[in-house]
């Protein structure tokens, strides 16, 4: 039986029987499904999901690079018509409203397939994104993809200009001081920029009608007379960048984007494509385009390869994935089998350790330039990254690992030795870790225009500290170690006045809450604490009738929300957990919760979702990790029945 963890208020009043003669028998099921889906090499790949912008910029690639497949297209076209609100629009989460930049982009989708104004699909998608704002209102990257084919000059276009790759790392705004994932979207872009590529579109395709009356000028300006602030100054030096563009010396352009094009391939050398994201694998395939890198290249070929495994193609219609996620899945279903009760030793945890051993990346990426004295080391949550360990992955993965028991146990403890040691290095100067850097955290930067896609930095969370904590937790770890100490102190500073917390990487409050609590318990705060409790009463707060929990991403924008929405598997799991970790197990409102769960349970031992619980940007894009239904309530199943002992 699990350990019980320290300080858990723990009652043995029994639950309804029925309700505890069911547990075991859900969890077999759970475990079931988990071994008969687990790949031969031991790892697990579920679909990540994410919304419809993803295929139409598919559709926008294929016309760029004159490889439109008749056959894709058309299924492409399908699932564009097929997830089409009512309304016109295209949303950015299920059950989301229509969306001014998704919509815009379906549209544009629509006309380069061949669409015209006078069918329904594209003359009400035209209505929407009107309602909506219309091109004045849409995003950089938004126009940077419309100024492709001459329907957004590039004039008016933010400013990317390749001498970004001067910057020295010393210098107060460099490209390693944005975000990991902004910044292998951002290089390819500006490759892009200095190139003003301009493909000319099929002839149907016009766009002038997206404008309002009142705003037919491409691109609001700034007002330079306005009172100085950070953002005019950001918009002024964009003015000028714009102005400047043809005063760029030509040695300076020519080494500027060899450096870029260098930094670009020696990234995508490593398989997976930039990044191993769709974005930046798409931008670096319309930037090999522009520096004249031939189809027929190996390393065009290559990049478009990689970028082509992401789509999922059905029967009639198809999709892409935004990325793989099997070092991240793979941690999870190992975490939440052992937490079920299965044995360390059982072939299929002994099967995914190993895989996940030989996923560890042994090379300094990106993260070193501003943790130069960081040991290799870490895991990615893609197959191929090893420019982007991050830490989240890397507390999940040794979690998964410190609960295995392999024959040869010597590879997994010096695994799970650099792991450590990589983490801890990884911690920034305010207590708590963020995901792939140490101190993103310039906030004046986000004032970039640019930066409207609200990522461009990756400062410590709330959540990813806490999961750390609980990773160090298990490992035996407590508050005498200082990193564990400044670590707790920033999670206590985090918590909102209604005694929840912020979840950067799920949604929302919920997810941020859960592994608060869960983080904190584990490293040894008592359950009494009266932080801990404070969260525990916020889950008690928000329970649904029906017993579950649940959140919707509109929470990103408006935080009076929170805690509100339909009930959902992964979300009721993560209320589950917070609770009985915060110490409270018998009482109705965790019966309830388990009774939701095994009442929604299917027989082959899954759960349905539709939902999206994962959180990419908040505000921009979001997730449907497929088995979060899956693995989170089989974690709090076996969490129910570990403590009740039964």
């Not at 793989?324 to 999870?332: C, G, I, K, L, R």
Request: charged fraction near 20%; charge should be negative; include cysteine.
């Amino acid at each position: 039986m699990e350990k019980i963890w320290p300080n858990e208020v723990i009652s043995r009043s029994p639950a309804s029987s029925g309700l505890l003669e069911k547990i075991p028998e859900g969890i077999e099921r759970s475990q079931q499904f988990f071994l008969s889906t687990q790949k031969s090499a031991g790892y697990w790949l579920p679909y990540l999901e994410a919304d419809s912008t993803l295929v139409a910029d598919y559709i926008m690639l294929a016309h760029y690079i004159d490889e439109v497949d008749p056959i894709l297209e058309k299924k492409a076209l399908r699932w564009l018509l097929d997830t089409q609100l009512e309304d016109g629009g295209w949303n950015i989460y299920y059950g989301g409203p229509s969306e001014l930049n998704a919509t815009v982009k379906c549209a544009f989708a629509l006309q380069l397939a061949g669409f015209d104004r006078t069918q329904e699909p594209l003359r009400k998608a035209e209505e929407c994104l009107l309602r909506l704002g219309g091109l004045s209102s849409v995003n950089s990257y938004t126009r940077f993809y419309l100024g492709l084919f001459g329907q957004y000059p590039w004039n008016r276009l933010v400013s990317m200009p390749p001498e970004l790759m001067f910057l020295p790392t010393s210098f107060y705004f460099n490209i390693y001081e944005i975000s990991s994932w902004s910044r292998a979207i951002l290089v390819p872009m500006c490759i892009i920029w200095a190139h003003h590529p301009q493909k000319t579109p099929p002839a149907m395709v016009d766009t002038a009608c997206w404008w309002r009356k009142k705003d037919q000028r491409a691109n609001g300006g700034i007002n330079l007379r306005e009172k100085f602030s950070w953002k005019t100054f950001f918009f002024t030096l964009d003015a000028i960048l714009k102005r400047s563009h043809r005063f760029y010396a030509p040695f300076t352009r020519k080494e500027s984007l060899r450096r870029a094009e260098n930094w670009m391939l020696e990234r995508m050398s490593r398989g997976g494509g930039l990044a191993a994201i769709y974005p930046a694998m798409l931008n670096a395939i319309i930037a090999l385009d522009c520096l004249g890198c031939g189809h027929d290249h190996p390393a065009f070929k290559n990049a478009v390869d990689e970028f082509m495994k992401l789509m999922v193609e059905e029967e009639d219609r198809l999709w892409f994935q935004p990325c793989f996620s099997p070092v991240w899945d793979t941690a999870m279903v190992t975490a939440a089998l052992k937490r079920s009760g299965m044995p360390g030793n059982h072939p299929s945890i002994q099967k995914a350790a190993d895989w996940l051993i030989n996923q560890e990346i042994r090379i300094k990426g990106d993260w070193q330039i501003k943790n130069p004295y960081g040991p290799a080391g870490g895991w990615a949550f893609e197959f191929d990254n090893d420019f982007y360990a991050d830490t989240d992955d890397s507390a999940m993965v040794l979690m998964a690992l410190n609960g295995a028991r392999l024959d040869n146990d010597e590879r997994r403890q010096s695994s799970i030795k650099r792991g450590i040691e990589w983490l801890l290095s990884m911690q920034s100067s305010d207590g708590g870790w963020g995901a792939f850097d140490v101190d993103n955290d310039k906030e004046v930067l986000n004032l970039i225009p640019f930066a409207d896609h609200n990522a461009l930095l990756d400062p410590s969370t709330a959540d990813v500290t806490a999961r750390i904590l609980e990773m160090f937790g298990e490992l035996g770890y407590n508050l005498s170690f200082s990193p564990v100490a400044r670590a707790v102190e920033f999670l206590r500073s985090q918590q909102e006045k209604d005694g929840s917390w912020y979840g950067r990487w799920g949604v929302n409050y919920i997810y941020g809450t859960w592994q608060v609590v869960t983080g904190l318990v584990r490293i040894g705060i008592p359950a009494s604490d009266p932080c801990i409790q404070k969260g525990v009463q916020w889950f008690l707060l928000h329970q649904n009738e029906d017993g579950g929990w649940g959140e919707t991403c509109v929470t990103y924008q408006d935080p009076d929300q929170r805690g509100n929405g339909p009930s959902t598997p992964s979300q009721t799991a993560w209320a589950l957990l917070g609770l009985m970790n915060g110490g409270v197990v018998d009482s109705e409102a965790v019966e309830r919760g388990i009774a939701y769960l095994m009442n929604t349970q299917k027989p082959d031992g899954t759960w349905d979702e539709d939902e999206f619980t994962g959180t990419g940007f908040p505000k921009v894009f979001y997730l449907r990790y497929t088995w979060y239904r899956n693995y989170f309530p089989l974690m709090a199943l076996g969490r129910y029945r570990s403590i009740k002992g039964f």
